[in-house]
Each structure stands twice: as structure tokens, then as C-alpha cells.
T-cell receptor, first 112, second 114 residues
């Protein structure tokens, strides 16, 4: 089955700096890669996603890149703000599969 | 508000007891997924239902069971509870069976077994 590894497990950055979280997946048949943000006491919320026919996608300060050959994808947050502090999860969905497989999560702390 | 409603928000119960967690999916979504989130294990997939039928099973214990009703709400039943079952339980929904348009998560039920 699919396995998703996520790094780092914790990340501290200064407000205004960039943050990068990386994930690798094992199943080359995976074709959908969402990122979720989970704030304290809340459920994960979809913030951006990318499909395997696209190499990069941007939405304001966040972007996701996908390298299908290397089977890894990354979340980039620029100009970080204190409200970006949360746990971020990557996930992969296998084509013709039924479920998302999540990475272990990254705790992002933005220091002001 | 994500549109996925989970009740109760908090539940404290004793070992050996049985509890039922409830989830109402977002309007129009036919698929419901249950995930368990423990401190050190991230989001673990338990089970999926689509339009009333079980579609996929993950690492769900035999002491746990679920169902989806005709009105599409779902219930997760946990029995013979153990201390290790303490966790956050999330329900998510999606419009189709394969979830390839992403999931919408509820705010979770925090279960504490004492």
C-alpha cells in the first residue's frame, strides 16, 4: 500500500521567513496530493492540492511543487505570519484507490 | 464551519464501556471516512462508507464498527474501550467514492478513556 513520509516533524521560523515542508510517497500510481492545515482544537482543513499532471500550483503565499520522477512533493509558505502556526499534513491518493494516506504531520511555529 | 458535523465534541468514559460517535456529512457528500488521531500516530484511516455501503477498511479494530444510514449520517461504535483508545476521532466527507476531490473534515470528537 501507499506510504507517505513527511519532514521535518517540527519547524520553527521567524515571522516573514519562508517555510518548506517535504513529503515523499511510495506508490507511483498516486495522482492526487492535498495539503491540510490543522489548528489547535480543529479538524484538518484543505489548503492546497495538486494533481500529477501539474508540476506546481500557487495560491497567494502558499505553493506546492510535485516531482513525479522522484516521488516527492513540497509545501512552500512565504512571508510567514503567526497565524500560519499549526500542524500541516501532506497526503497522497492512489489512482482508483479509496482513501487518502497521510504523512505524520509537521508542527510549524512562526515566531514573532 | 466546514459543513461536517460531529457529536459529541468531548467524551469521557471508563474502560470496558461502549460509546457511539456521530457524523453528519457536508450537504451533497455521499462518502464518509473515519480517522483516528493519536498523539504519536498522526491520522490513521479506519473505515469508509459510500451511500450506505462499506467501501474501504483500514486499521480498524474488531471492537470498533461503523455504519452509514439512509440519511447519510454515520456512526462509529467503539466497544470494550481500553485506555489506548483515547484519541481524537475525525469524520470526513467527500462528494464521490474515491475522494479524489479532497475531503472535508469535521472538528472531531475527543475521546478520553479513564
Amino acid at each position: 500500500g501507499e506510504n507517505v513520509e513527511q519532514h521535518p516533524s517540527t519547524l520553527s521560523v521567524q515571522e516573514g521567513d519562508s517555510a518548506v515542508i517535504k513529503c515523499t510517497y511510495s506508490d507511483s500510481a498516486s495522482n492526487y496530493f492535498p495539503w491540510y492545515k490543522q489548528e489547535l482544537g480543529k479538524g484538518p482543513q484543505l489548503i492546497i492540492d495538486i494533481r500529477s499532471n501539474v508540476g506546481e500550483k500557487k495560491d497567494q503565499r502558499i505553493a506546492v511543487t510535485l516531482n513525479k520522477t522522484a516521488k516527492h512533493f513540497s509545501l512552500h509558505i512565504t512571508e510567514t505570519q503567526p497565524e500560519d502556526s499549526a500542524v500541516y499534513f501532506c497526503a497522497a491518493h492512489r489512482e482508483y484507490g479509496n482513501k487518502l494516506v497521510f504523512g505524520a504531520g509537521t508542527i510549524l511555529r512562526v515566531k514573532s | 464551519d466546514s459543513g461536517v458535523t460531529q457529536t459529541p465534541k468531548h467524551l469521557i468514559t471508563a474502560t470496558g464501556q461502549r460509546v457511539t460517535l456521530r457524523c453528519s456529512p457536508r450537504s451533497g457528500d455521499l462518502s464518509v471516512y473515519w480517522y483516528q488521531q493519536s498523539l504519536d500516530q498522526g491520522l490513521q484511516f479506519l473505515i469508509q462508507y459510500y451511500n450506505g455501503e462499506e467501501r474501504a477498511k483500514g486499521n480498524i479494530l474488531e471492537r470498533f464498527s461503523a455504519q452509514q444510514f439512509p440519511d447519510l449520517h454515520s456512526e462509529l461504535n467503539l466497544s470494550s474501550l481500553e485506555l489506548g483508545d483515547s484519541a481524537l476521532y475525525f469524520c470526513a466527507s467527500s462528494v464521490e467514492a474515491r475522494g479524489t476531490y479532497g475531503y472535508t473534515f469535521g472538528s472531531g470528537t475527543r475521546l478520553t478513556v479513564v
